[in-house]
């Protein structure tokens, strides 16, 4: 079962790295059950998980993938009731670029140098972070708006928030929500670390093992950012924020999203103590 820290865990069969965030501290209160959830990709849904997704309270779901990601695995949903998919790609371009650039439109699967070249380019993740965090707000306004148009008390009314691993993309995402909602910051990135641990094993080793059957060598380097959450990455992101935007809040302001919205996603996640 997926490990959290101060969220909400539920197995569901084929997905690794799954959690509803609510029940996180937050000054005056806690981050509410049934409003956000986060993911890896869902192509490899089971019969069980597809009927335990269909029985939570997702009701739509945000894929932040490439179009080339979602080709070579297309998100699996349940056909018994709708949820409404919703494609917000994020290619970060440092980190795209570098990885072009050095594999040069070379198949790297056939040519074990080009592949290393293209794997020791990548970013390191809070390089990434930074470029993800430039080229993504439009993708994050949208979220932002999404959950802040949520009806109270629907049956199926959780935004559900993915990438490939659920941990890059969608741990900045779902970091900028939670700080906007006023969730306690230790808490969100104690919530962004717990992802390793969830996706070690299976999938860390499935991840790994197709980058060496390119022929790359998987540096220690390297492994962190095909598999790590270190708590250094997401705070020197969040810090990053701050200087630049003053605030989550600020930065979602700064890419669109209006007083409005931003209190009305307050109201959708964060809920008063008793």
């Not at 990601?69 to 919703?86: F, G, H, V, W, Y």
């Not at 290619?91 to 070379?106: H, N, R």
Request: glycine share 10%; charged share 15%; aromatic share 4%.
């Amino acid at each position: 079962m997926p490990q959290t820290s101060g969220s909400q865990a539920t197995s569901i069969e084929g997905m690794f790295n799954y959690r509803d965030v609510g029940g996180m501290p937050a000054a005056g209160g806690s981050i509410r059950h049934g409003v956000l959830c986060r993911s890896d990709a869902l192509g490899g849904l089971t019969a069980k998980g597809l009927a335990a997704l269909a029985a939570s309270p997702v009701g739509t779901v945000v894929d932040f993938r490439t179009v080339a990601e979602r080709q070579m695995s297309p998100d699996r949903l349940p056909t018994e009731r709708d949820i409404t998919l919703i494609e917000l790609p994020i290619t970060p371009g440092a980190a795209a670029g570098a990885a072009k650039a050095a594999g040069a439109g070379v198949d790297l699967a056939a040519d074990p140098a080009a592949a290393q070249a293209a794997v020791s380019a990548l970013p390191n993740l809070p390089e990434l972070y930074v470029d993800i965090l430039q080229t993504g707000g439009a993708a994050f306004a949208k979220v932002a708006e999404l959950i802040a148009a949520e009806t109270p008390g629907a049956p199926h009314q959780a935004v559900l928030l993915h990438c490939t691993a659920g941990k890059d993309r969608t741990g900045v995402s779902t970091a900028l929500m939670l700080l906007a909602a006023g969730a306690d910051r230790d808490a969100v990135v104690a919530d962004y670390a717990a992802s390793a641990a969830n996706l070690a094993g299976p999938w860390a080793d499935r991840m790994i093992a197709m980058v060496e059957q390119m022929g790359a060598t998987v540096t220690p380097e390297l492994r962190e950012v095909l598999t790590g959450t270190p708590a250094s990455a997401i705070e020197s992101a969040l810090a990053w924020v701050d200087e630049n935007y003053g605030s989550a809040e600020g930065y979602l302001a700064a890419n669109g999203v209006d007083a409005a919205t931003l209190a009305a996603l307050r109201d959708r996640l964060f809920e008063p103590a008793a």
